[in-house]
């Protein structure tokens, strides 16, 4: 159900090189939560680093949205870069079983293995 890799770069650099190719893929990112430092604002005792990258690539977004409009609750993607136990790492919840598990439309299951294909691929060149 995740994909996730472990990466030999800083948090910093792995977030810079992942928002870096998220642009390349034709994917936008729409907004980046930074959710340690927004747990730590909050009087949160919390160590890691987090940030997390919603990205959408529009055309596949129509295509689900025209298909099953419920889904507008699982889209956009999400791509987590963050700090465990000293590493960092990039990963993601992968869309392929997630909308399999939501519908069984052949359409949008071929459409969840092109945007998995994707993202894979923008997670392998930010690590």
Do not use: W
Not at 33 to 57: I, P, Q, Y
Not at 66 to 91: F, H
């Amino acid at each position: 159900m995740y994909y996730t890799v472990t990466s030999d770069k800083t948090f910093e650099q792995a977030a810079t090189d992942l928002e870096a190719a998220v642009k390349r893929h034709e994917f936008g990112v729409l907004h980046i939560h930074d959710l340690g430092n927004t747990l730590r604002s909050k009087g949160v005792d919390f160590a890691e680093n987090c940030r997390v990258f919603e990205v959408c690539n529009p055309k596949q977004a129509a295509k689900v949205l025209g298909t099953d409009m419920r889904l507008n609750m699982a889209l956009p993607c999400r791509i987590s870069v963050y700090t465990e136990r000293g590493k960092t790492m990039i990963g993601m919840i992968r869309p392929e079983p997630m909308l399999a598990a939501l519908s069984t439309d052949p359409t949008l299951v071929m459409i969840a293995q092109e945007v998995e294909s994707k993202t894979k691929q923008m997670i392998d060149e930010a690590k």
